[in-house]
Each structure stands twice: as C-alpha cells, then as structure tokens.
C-alpha cells in the first residue's frame, strides 16, 4: 500500500526525513530503527569540513522557523569513512545531499559518493540560502542550473535528484532546466529566504542577517510550487516544506509528489516521521485509496479529466 | 530521553516575570545529573513551533517530580507561565551532559546569574549530601528579579548582587568574587555570556565547570544550531554541540561566543 519506485530507489513508504534536518541519523538512531524509514536525505556534504556560520543559526517567527546553518558538515572523506558505513546497518536507502562552491567541487563530490553501496540517488544542493559561495547563485539561473547538473550528471553513478529554490520567480523554468539537462528527479522546495529583528537591538536575530524559512508557514508555497512543476515535466518529484501531519503528507502527494521529505517537524516531534509512517495507511484508507500511488497528482488529474469531460 | 505528558503540580510567578513549575511524570527517573534541561511544547498549536529548553531545577527520582524555573520574556514562556495545575505538557528530556557533582570532595563555589541560577539549585543540593562545603554567589538585576536566596542559604553560605543595589551588595557576582577573595576546589557556574567570560578570565587555571545557553533547534545534535568553536582544533573546523556536548562544559573547552 506505501511502497513506492523511484529512480534508483525502493522505498518501503513515501516518507523520508529531509536533508539538513536529521544530521547523518545518528540522533534519532537513539529513538527508533531507522530501518522503518522509506529512504534518508543525509546533511548536505562538501568536499571540505565546513563549520558554518556563526550563532544564532535559529530564530522562530510565526508557525515557522529561520536557519541559517551554514551547511556545517564533517567533510566528504569523514562522511565516506565513518557516517555511510554506520548508516549500512539500516535497511534503508540513502539520498546524499551535495553541495560545493564551485562546479568541480560538486562533481568531485558527486563522483565520490555516489560510489557508496548505500548511497542510492544524489540530491544536488543549488538551494541553500545561507552560504555565499555556491548553494543559491547556482539555483536561481536556468541554464546554471543545467549546467551543474549536467555536469554531476556525467560523473554520478546513482540517479540524481536536483532540490529547488522556491527563491525564483519562474520556478517552472528552474525544472525544465535541470530535467532537460538531465536530472532523474526533483525535490522541492528549500527554504524561503526570511528575516526577523530583535526589536530591542534593532539587529537580525540570525548572526548570519538573512535566513532559510521553513515549517507551516511555508506549506502553501510548497504545494502550489509542487503542482506547477509536476504537470511541467516527467521526472518525479519529492516534496516538502512544512508538513507537520499526515494530511499534510496526502496534500503534497495530490499535489503531484510521488514521495515526501519530513524537516522541520522533526525538531518538533522527534518521532514524526514514524508516527506517519504509522498513520498514513488508515488515513488512505479513510479517503478510499488503496495504494498511495492513487493520490499523486489528483489535483490536476482530476482538473484535467473534468475539464475533458465538459462540454 | 523520551517525549512524554507531564503534569503540572503547580506554576506560579516567585519573582518578577519568573515563574516555578513542578511537574510530574516517569520521564524524571531517566534525569541523571543537575544541569541537564528539558525541551517544552507549550501547547499542540502551531503557531508558537519550536519546543523551549528550560533547565531542570530541581528533581526527585523517588515521587516523580521535576521543577523548572523559567523567564517568562517571549512569547512561548508566556503562554507557558498561564498553565494552571492537573493540565499537562509535552515534555522531551532529559537532555544534556549537566554538572559532574563528583568532580568536588570539599568545597565548591557555585555562581549564578540571573535565570541562569536554576540548575545550581539542584547541583548544590547534591553537594551537599555528598557532604561538600557549598559556597553561593547569586546575581540579578534588580530586587524584583531575585528568587531562591532563602532556599541556597539553607543549604550554604549564600551572597547576593543586584546591578541596581536594591538588594544585597550593589554590582555584580564579580565584585563579591574580588571581594571575598573564596578559596575553593571547584567552581560552577551558570548565567549570562559576559559573567561567564568575566569567570573565565578569573580562574584560568582553576577546575571551573560553565553552563552554556543558544538558540537552540531540535535539542539533540541534529541541526547544528547550537555550536561552539572548540579551542584546541587548528583546522578551524572544530566544535562542540551545547545541546549534546554540554550545555556544561569545562573552562577552556569551547569558545563562549561563537
């Protein structure tokens, strides 16, 4: 009933937890088997260790939350020699998040990586907001976006998906671009830049001044950027941006997602994407599915054979 | 740690804007040393997100209970601080390395500013039935603002400052330090950034144990918000997490600012 194929992945159910919010898992290791997980989007990886930006790296606003982290992270060979061989103890698929400052440094990321027998598919960082160098300069122009992924394209030997900016005005451009360069997949969509001032100060409360917004507050972005790019192209696409619950997982789904990515709410409730794991299947049965393939699209789906139908 | 209901035995303000909760709940038999802290949902909306870490004044294992003192200054601890008895809360904790309590067999300095005195509540209790000559040099703001200083002179010689002198010495926990002149084995300390920059200075070569506070994300070293540059890594990319690592550190382990 949640078993869903993607390229190069197997997933055991639609719901994984998304990149930059659940480190390398060995925090929630401590809480449940991460075996129960349908794949894991692992935190972005460079090809340097990288500590990020100064703190505060959090600040909450209404129904939400900014970061600016900085893509901190222990560095590809750390990654490659410690973080995947402990994941390879879990039955579960695993999405590397790939960043870099420069083309070469994402390919030879890419390259690396994509070499680890868990490792299944590639997540192409061009969204990330909140580093100078690299992440969303190369997320917001087309053809550099192309570009990019061609060139991870060549050298990967996994499926790659590329990971939107919402930070565009044409967000359907950005996914023909990377599609028609070559990408097996999309998931979207990072977080929207935001900002939040200490009244008192009169400073950003985020050492860094700007911030990635994500949670609730960014859930309609989502859905409605999630059903353009859907019925735009023919890669599949995982969503996220804020769900909270397991209607949030179907709305995402009908949105045109074939699979969906948990962030924020992980902070929240730890145990969140086990809990709708848990939960999706009486909900889809509650809405007459009996596979949660039936949901995908239905929002244009239906739109379209209505509209056929009307004479 | 586990994410668990608790009950509220009582919340009530005991100084200006500072309130007590006692809370009860099996989630305090997994506590195991002062300073660690508690991650709060205030309620099941969405609107106010993020849990809040307060740290754990006082416990005890045998009826169950726990006691936070927090600030009620944003919105979250505001809405906290309406919660009235027999309602519950979504807890998550233990969480934290706290004070090693073994690490003093004499005498013990403890020094606490602000809504940073909490934690050495517990701490100081612990100390002294471990038989530890406890010595207490409590800050705050103004008089409106102190709480606790009967509780800590019942268990050890106990100063207080306000910045304001509108109760005990005028000035800082620093000048009755560089008053009083205390020997001591071990010092502990909790409060605002610049009073623990101002210890560190002090008490280069002492056993000083520092509790650190920052925004903080998932509360258990998922999302990387709540880091500290370690002082001992050259290739600069060294660091230690607040919520896992500490938020007790021994002096000169991190930086304090980041």
């Known amino acids: 009933m949640l078993a869903v194929k993607l390229p190069g992945l197997e997933l055991k159910n639609p719901i994984m937890p998304a990149s930059g919010c659940f480190g390398f898992g060995r925090e929630f290791a401590k809480l449940y088997d991460l075996s129960k997980l349908g794949a894991i989007m692992i935190k972005a990886t460079t090809l340097e260790p990288r500590f990020g930006n100064p703190t505060p790296r959090v600040a909450e606003t209404p129904s939400g939350m900014l970061n600016a982290i900085g893509l901190q992270n222990p560095g590809l060979k750390k990654v490659m020699e410690e973080e995947l061989p402990w994941l390879s103890q879990f039955d579960v698929p695993i999405i590397a998040n790939i960043a870099g400052s420069t083309v070469e440094e994402y390919v030879e990321v890419a390259k690396e990586i994509s070499k680890a027998p868990n490792v299944k598919a590639l997540e192409l960082n061009i969204s990330c907001p909140n580093v100078k160098q690299g992440g969303i300069m190369f997320g917001t122009v087309p053809e550099v976006a192309g570009h990019l992924t061609e060139a991870v394209k060549n050298v990967s030997s996994v499926p790659v998906y590329v990971k939107l900016s919402p930070n565009v005005t044409d967000i359907v451009a950005m996914a023909k671009a990377v599609e028609k360069a070559g990408a097996d997949g999309i998931t979207m969509i990072n977080t929207l830049l935001g900002m939040r001032i200490d009244v008192k100060t009169g400073r950003s409360i985020i050492a860094n001044g700007t911030g990635g917004l994500s949670g609730p507050a960014v859930k309609p972005i989502a859905v409605r950027m999630i059903y353009q790019v859907s019925q735009s192209v023919e890669i599949p696409v995982i969503g996220m941006g804020g769900i909270m619950n397991v209607d949030d997982c179907i709305e995402f789904l009908q949105a045109g997602a074939k699979a969906v990515a948990i962030g924020t709410a992980n902070f929240v409730n730890p145990y969140v994407c086990v809990e709708l794991i848990d939960a999706l299947p009486n909900r889809l049965k509650e809405l007459g599915f009996d596979h949660v393939n039936e949901c995908v699209g239905r929002s244009w789906k239906d739109e379209k054979s209505s509209s056929n139908s009307c004479p | ?258």
């Open chain 2, 1 to 258: 740690m586990i994410k668990a209901w608790m009950e509220i035995i009582s919340n009530r303000p005991i100084a200006k804007n500072i309130y007590k909760m006692e809370l009860k709940g099996e989630l305090v038999q997994r506590i195991t040393c002062p300073g660690q802290f508690v991650q709060i949902k205030v309620d099941d909306s969405f609107d106010l997100l993020l849990r809040r870490p307060i740290s754990i004044a006082e416990y005890n294992a045998e009826k169950n209970t726990m006691t936070l003192i927090y600030r009620a200054e944003g919105a979250g601890t505001k809405r906290l601080s309406r919660k009235k008895a027999s309602e519950l809360v979504d807890v998550f904790g233990p969480l934290g390395n706290g004070f090693p309590v073994e690490e003093t067999k004499e005498k013990a300095l403890l020094v606490g500013g602000g809504i940073g005195v909490p934690p050495l509540y517990e701490l100081s209790k612990q100390l002294v039935q471990n038989g530890v000559e406890v010595v207490h040099v409590l800050g705050f703001s103004t008089k409106a603002a102190v709480f606790y200083e009967q509780e800590f002179k019942e268990l050890g010689e106990t100063f207080v400052a306000t910045v304001d002198g509108t109760f005990g010495a005028k000035g800082t926990v620093m000048d009755i330090i560089n008053e009083q002149r205390f020997t001591f084995e071990t010092l502990y300390t909790c409060g605002p950034t610049p009073m623990l920059k101002a210890i560190e200075e002090a008490f280069p070569h002492k056993k000083v144990f520092l509790s650190l506070e920052e925004r903080m994300g998932c509360g258990i070293g998922a999302c990387f918000a709540c880091v500290r540059r370690t002082k001992t890594d050259a290739n600069d990319s060294g660091y230690k997490k607040i919520c896992t690592d500490g938020p007790v550190f021994r002096i000169g382990e991190v930086m304090l600012e980041c």
